[in-house]
């Protein structure tokens, strides 16, 4: 069976592929992700995705790895990663009571092959107040996550519906992956 490696260090992608006990290798990959402010928000996650897994198979060509990519969209503008309590309020503030796009992007790299894929995801949040988003920036969730929330921990207290995968809101829609794994020549 060939080895499986996730290029991330992710935690909570760590998790999901853990839950399917699924045997595999975590390994952070260092890369540039900046993007072309062209650029749809698929084809950003698609890019950033395969930076993340070629920089691991560079080093590994025999193993089939996965990199995974995840941002947040609202009125086309791309919301990354808060800086700092002030930017996590502000994007708060800015999903509060209104849908956005989650868009997670995977590569799974093989020895043979490539392939690229994403899934968008629509996100409602409730109407936000004032004590509530500082309540939640209090928890310390927001600050390493797209759009300063996480869907799986105290940020699920925010989402009023989601239309699309849960798992890709997380940061990797593990039933699409597991397919494209399959079709790859991946034995679970």
Not at 16 to 37: G, R
Not at 74 to 92: C, F, I
Not at 142 to 157: C, E, H, R, T, V
């Amino acid at each position: 069976m060939q080895d499986l490696i996730l290029a991330s260090s992710s935690p909570r992608r760590k998790e999901l592929l853990e839950n399917l006990q699924i045997e595999f290798k975590a390994i952070s990959s260092d890369v540039d992700e900046q993007y072309n402010p062209d650029w749809t928000p698929h084809e950003i996650v698609m890019e950033l995705a395969y930076r993340k897994a070629q920089a691991v198979a560079t080093s590994h060509p025999s193993s089939i790895v996965i990199g995974s990519d995840t941002i947040v969209v609202k009125d086309d503008d791309v919301l990354g990663k808060p800086q700092n309590r002030e930017e996590a309020y502000a994007m708060l503030q800015r999903l509060s009571g209104k849908s956005h796009s989650v868009f997670t992007g995977v590569a799974i790299i093989t020895p043979t092959e490539v392939r690229k894929f994403y899934e968008n995801t629509d996100v409602e949040f409730w109407e936000l107040s004032h004590e509530e988003i500082n309540q939640y920036l209090d928890t310390g969730e927001p600050f390493d996550k797209a759009g300063a929330y996480g869907i799986q921990g105290f940020g699920s207290l925010l989402v009023k519906k989601i239309t699309g995968d849960y798992f890709a809101v997380v940061g990797l829609p593990v039933a699409r992956t597991v397919r494209e794994l399959k079709q790859s020549g991946f034995q679970l």
